[in-house]
């Protein structure tokens, strides 16, 4: 089994910036590619970034610009700055990740607990 724990987000006035991490742990094999999504109430989850093995990544239009995904220091590990954030930039993010679990899999879809993050503005 895989887990994807969150940290970071919080509460910060409009233009503020604010950090998340996720850090995935279990057996596997390999990750293929770890993301941020977010959802606001009563709307649908959206991609915020994603980032690849290779180290490419891509971004929502909506964050182009403000946020940055990188891999942490730790090992199996995602991180998303956020700056120059925006009252609709509120919701709870969500990490996920995809996984090959052994040698072979085409990868199965994890996703993390969500963490809030609320922009006042």
């Known amino acids: 089994q895989v887990q994807l724990v969150e940290s970071g987000g919080g509460l910060v006035q409009a233009g503020g910036s604010l950090r998340l991490s996720c850090v995935a742990s279990?057996?596997?094999?390999?990750?293929?590619?770890m993301a941020w999504y977010r959802q606001a109430p009563g709307m649908q989850r959206e991609l915020v970034a994603r980032i690849s093995p290779d180290g490419t990544w891509n971004y929502s239009d909506s964050v182009k610009g403000r946020f940055t995904i990188s891999r942490g220091s730790i090992k199996n590990t995602v991180v998303l700055h956020m700056r120059n954030l925006e009252p609709e930039d509120t919701g709870t993010y969500y990490c996920h990740a995809d996984v090959s679990r052994d040698k072979g899999d085409p990868g199965t879809m994890y996703w993390g607990q969500g963490a809030q993050v609320t922009v006042s503005s």
């Open positions: 279990g057996s596997f094999y390999v990750i293929n590619s």
